[in-house]
């Protein structure tokens, strides 16, 4: 019942922008904070920001700092991450999900480059 819909994803040149989104359903979403996780062949999967139940709080990943940006919107039951500067190790599947449930989605691929 759980669903989490990720997209936006695709092929940018480094320096270029994309803009991800999760619809979200299936629990009370504005209760949950919300995370985006990435992962690239041959690694493991790493946190790259999350955002607090009513939005007041992000955080993010020493690597993406200054160039990401985490929001949600509540009404509409969507989290999303503006993603400037791309950088070829921004390269990665990602992933949205939220804390405290053990659920993934498919993810979307963001390929970076030139």
């Known amino acids: 019942q759980v669903q989490l819909v990720e997209s936006g994803g695709g092929l940018v040149q480094p320096g270029g922008s994309l803009r991800l989104s999760c619809a979200a359903s299936g629990f009370t979403f504005s209760k949950y904070t919300m995370r985006w996780y990435r992962q690239a062949p041959g690694k493991e999967r790493e946190l790259v920001a999350f955002?607090?139940?009513?939005?007041?709080?992000?955080n993010y990943a020493e690597a993406v700092k200054g160039r990401f940006t985490i929001s949600r919107d509540n009404g509409k039951n969507t989290v999303y991450l503006q993603m400037n500067t791309l950088k070829p190790e921004d390269t990665a599947q990602y992933y949205c999900?939220?804390?405290?449930?053990?659920?993934w989605g498919k993810g979307t691929l963001v390929t970076v480059s030139s």
């Open positions: 955002i607090s139940s009513a939005g007041g709080s992000t």
């Open positions: 999900n939220a804390a405290g449930i053990d659920y």
